[in-house]
């Protein structure tokens, strides 16, 4: 069989998501291939040699964070992004930490599905652009200017290196934990996390100046924080279509 | 002659010696003649010491005194019961009454013969009887006990002719010192004695009086008081009730003129203190019923059973200065259901509680059954059934002084009749609200086919138009079919989910995970969640720059905002702003979204929170009755408060306020 862009190998039982996905993707560019439980994923990964996982964690054969461990142990290095009902921060941060790259909370709209995966694709590559933009936001790494429309931003240093940190991780979720090992090295963690949310939240305000308009860094409530790279300004679709 | 005439002075004089009243004979001039034994006896002299001598000089305390006597017995001849002082050799002076008549002698020469009475203790019994008097009106009249036992001390030093005093009153600890008086002043001093320590603890031991005329060498005495008062001499009194149980002392030191406290005085002051004993008696047992009063009050205003045991367990510290536990039965068995921090409730203690329960009488310390307990335990009973049990701690000494045991039994029975009564009120809460969660059971069951019924119509509706319509709709329809059945999935999605999160904090299943969050953040988590149904409103926000981070659960919150926002877009004209205000008011952060929208009906204004209220109304329009009792429960569970009103200028305020903790970072020190 002939295949063409990079291959997902979708992990989940849910024939309803089997076959949207299989029907969204491959018009993006993907080629699917589909796994219902563990153990099939486990056996698939050899054939198919995927660029990405996508894996849903209540498996009817085993837990979705076990298929993540047996992966990482042989090697697998295609990116994980889990595809969950589960909504608990321990559920996140537990299959962040295993080895997932991304989580994303069922339900979730299809072009933000493509920016995680964009995203993870993109991180293994591991090449990074020069000039980094998102809707009104603009970071030239080379001169190190960051503006929004036409206004400049101006950062403190810790302020440009926690986004700069976001940008290099863009479109995935990166843990209060990873953040703060990234930002001050081994400090102690429950000291510095308060330092953490005061920065991003100082941060945020320089660059969010329109409360009403989407914000770039979006708050995973007890788990960390995800820059977007998905363009979102619904206000200007929703008024074009009224 | 010679002889009868000797005869009869001999037998003159035999009677004179042997009269057993002084008589004295003297010179007009008032020379002492003549003085018998008993008249030797009360001036105190020998005879050789008193014969010719001049009796106005030597016996009078004032010169005058005598001349007046004198002139009155040349006027009349004769005086009877004149009062006259006079004053002994040594010096003390003494109340007399002298009856005289004049004397003529055969051979003419002249003089008086008088007869003295010393009345001394007459007066002073006199003195006596019209300060007692004097001390019960006093004491009766007094306005509480405190100017009660000053007042007795002054009464106290009057009678005595002491120069300083003091008084106490017994407590469960031994007796309290006090009411210091010396020279009218009233000494700062005030000290606890103990069973057995000092004069005072002396006299709760012995329950008698206690007297010293050596100070210096009394072994009871509190050595400091001994230095501070200089002691040398004095009394400690008890005032026993009717039973015989001490319930307070007075005390007075050094009598005046460096003299000795006599028997005499003790008498007195035991006449004294059976007066003060009525009164302290009476002003005791009128505090008790104060005390009772003020209890009564205080269970009447409560219903609530744990809040009943509070105000008994808080009232009997109060009252009787001692700690307690209350015991009330759970399945066959006794548990503390009130106790006081410092009381331990150990294994013996249960013991004789749960027989003082079986049994339906006292246990404990001081009762002749298990009596190894640290407190003495009561059953409380209302018409003759036992429903739980009080203890009380024992302190050493006494189980309760007697004046304050008829307070405790009508405690203890007052105590019975609340509890009971908040047990029924536990009862009638049971009941009805099994009687309610029916109604419940049924509103939750109207509301849910309702507001997850509604959305669901609106995507099959519009997905099966699409599915059916063979390319006959145009892209406009098809899209506005698509958006439709969106939106209603996302709010089909958003209210299972939090109807979840929200029977999970009402069952105890889950706690609201707090962390610290930027207000705006969330408000505009909540506004890209309502996507382009916000994109197309104005929406202002009036929160500080400077507003920290507050703690509280994103989530839960993110979707209060969601809530409130969604209608007051839904209820108000799309070309009328919504705005959103955040402060920091001291302990709390208070959120205002406020709408220029229809608003809500006065009447109703209470009732919007209720569980799906607005279902039971009319049942035509979506979210509110469901989503607003969530919004509650989510505001409750962070510890606050939610309520809506109506904007004066039209439409309306919903404000929820939520505790806030300055955290150890703030906002000003950190600037990065």
Redesign the interface.
Known sequence: METRGPRVLLVDDEQPIQQTLSVVLPPAGYTVYPARNGKEALWKVQSVRPDLILLDLGLPDMDGKEVIRRLREERTIAPIIVISVR?E?SEKIGSLNTGAHDYLTK?FTVPELLARMHAALRSVSATQDDVFTVDDLRIDFRRREVSIGQIAVNL?A??YDLLKILVHHAGKVRTHHQLIHELWGGTQYEDVV??L???L??L??KL?LD??K??YI??E??VGYRLRTES?S??????Q?? | MEGSSGETTTRCQTLFEEFEEAIAILSPEGQVLELNQAGLDLFGYERTEIIGMDAARLLCSSPDDFHRLQTEMEQRGSVKDYAVQFRRSSGKLIDCLVTASGWQDKDGSRGYMALVRDVTAQKETEHSLRSLLRLSETLNSASDLDSLLDALVEQLLELTGAESGSAGLRTSQGMSCGHFIQESRVIPLTYLCAPGVGWAGWLIKHGIHYLTNDAAHDPVIVPELRERLGVRSGMAIPIVDGEKDVIAFFAVYNKGGGAEFTQLDVQHSLSAARIASVAIHNRLLYQNVSALAAFIQSLIVVSDLEEILEVIGRQIETNFKRHSVILLPVNGGLTPRFRSTEFVFGESERTAATWSWKHGQDAGRSTEILSAAQAHYVPLKVRGQVIGVLGLEVKPGTWLPNVQRPLFSAVISQSALAIERGLLEQKVRRLRFFEESDKVQNAVLNAISHDIGAPLAAITTSLSALLTSHGALDQAAE?QLLETADLE?RRL?RLV?NLLSMTRLETGASTV?T????L??V???A??EL??S???RQ?S?DIP?DMP?VAM???LITYVFINLLSNAFKYSPPDQPVEVQGRIIDDRLEVLVVDRGIGVPSEDLGRVFDKFYQVAESGSSTGLGLGLAICKAFIEAHGGRIGLENNPMGGTIVRFVIPFHE???S?ET?K?
């Open positions: 909504r921060e339900p403190t810790t302020e308060h330092l949310r005061v920065t939240s100082h945020r305000r969010h409360p009403q989407p914000r979006v708050t409530p007890g979102l619904y206000s200007a679709k929703a008024r279509h009224s | 899209r999935a999605h989910n995970k962390e610290p969050c930027d705006l953040d408000v505009s988590a506004l890209e996507g382009p916000a994109g197309q929406v926000f720059k981070l659960d994103f989530g955290a150890a970072t906002w950190l990065l």
